[in-house]
């Protein structure tokens, strides 16, 4: 029995998956194995998965027809392993990964837990700016790149471990927008624990440009008033922040219209800020330039997400019928 059950749901990504499965061989901690959950895919990844077949403990499953929340739990019946790691197809895993977490896990167990997602050096400099937006304490309050956390540790599921004791509890992932925020709550409202395993971090590609990267925020921001009102008590000061954000920017602009235009100055040095942040991070100018931009349109994405579905509920009705969802 396998220590660990590596667990990726993809769709039509077959050169991620070889990427994912790479740095998998070159893992120094060497008890897991890989279930491989596939949609009906136009490009699929069976023939990916079997060249790694000599290298790899790598179980393919072609599932059509599902979600990833389905192929998830799936994925958790079949596995022999005590835990479960879900990774996103677009990650690439550092050699020290599953070293770092069970190291961790003999130190402070926990049965939900993650860690931070890191920009590579191969990385293109769109890869490197969304990084920066995703992670940065101006940006998000560092929730996701491993700073001091203004909440408890919501484990994501681009990097998630699940002991086999929480998904048996839980029952595994809801059909959701947000469904690993809405696991991770579960686990603990199921009286387990959640924890940030800091060393435990994985290159999170994210491809995607300006346009995709807005759609995905503002996802995310509608997700959280879906969350909201499943899970009341965890909506917290920081899931505000980018409303604020939206609302300060258009009260700049309309006080900058009817009296002056210094009230712009705001709106200058917090593009200053981030441009001089991600700089001194990156060490690239054309870097910082797309940082402000990717900031810019994770936080109004956000925020305008966030105030759609509070003002419509669009979201929050198609899961109504949901019981299960819904306490």
């Not at 949609?39 to 072609?62: G, T």
């Not at 079949?78 to 879900?86: N, T």
């Not at 994501?156 to 595994?172: Q, V």
């Not at 700049?252 to 800020?273: G, T």
Request: proline residues 4%; hydrophobic residues 40%.
């Amino acid at each position: 029995m396998p220590k660990f059950s590596i667990i990726v749901p993809i769709y039509n990504r077959p050169d991620e998956m070889a990427e994912l499965l790479d740095s998998l061989t070159i893992q120094t901690f060497k008890d897991f194995e890989v279930l491989i959950l596939e949609d009906n895919s136009p490009m699929k990844s069976e023939e990916v998965a079997k060249k790694y077949i000599e290298k790899l403990d790598v179980h393919y499953f072609f599932i059509p027809g599902t979600d990833r929340s389905y192929r998830r739990n799936y994925g958790m019946q079949q596995a022999k392993g005590s835990y479960f790691i879900l990774f996103d197809s677009d990650c690439v895993i550092p050699s020290g990964y599953l070293d770092a977490v069970n190291a961790a896990l003999k130190e402070t167990p926990a049965d939900c837990f993650g860690g931070p997602d890191n920009a590579d050096d191969n990385f293109s400099d769109m890869q490197k700016a969304v990084n920066y937006s995703m992670t940065s304490f101006f940006t998000t309050g560092g929730i996701r790149g491993g700073h001091k956390q203004m909440e408890k540790f919501n484990p994501r599921s681009f990097n998630m471990g699940i002991s086999r004791k929480a998904f048996e509890m839980t029952g595994g992932f809801r059909s959701m927008i947000g469904e690993d925020i809405d696991f991770s709550l579960r686990v603990r409202e199921a009286g387990m624990e959640t924890k940030l395993y800091r060393d435990a971090s994985v290159f999170h590609k994210r491809r995607v440009n300006i346009s995709k990267f807005y759609q995905q925020t503002n996802t995310f921001g509608k997700a959280r008033i879906v969350l909201t009102k499943a899970h009341p008590r965890s909506l917290k000061l920081v899931h505000l922040l980018p409303i604020a954000f939206v609302l300060g920017h258009l009260l700049l602009l309309v006080l900058a219209v009817a009296w002056s235009p210094l009230w712009l100055l705001f709106i200058a040095l917090y593009m200053l800020l981030l441009f001089l942040d991600s700089w001194r991070k990156n060490g690239s100018v054309r870097i910082a330039f797309l940082s402000v931009v990717t900031a810019y349109a994770q936080l109004f994405g956000y925020g305008m997400g966030f105030m759609e579905e509070a003002l419509t509920g669009h979201a929050s009705k198609e899961l109504k019928g949901q019981e299960k969802l819904y306490k």
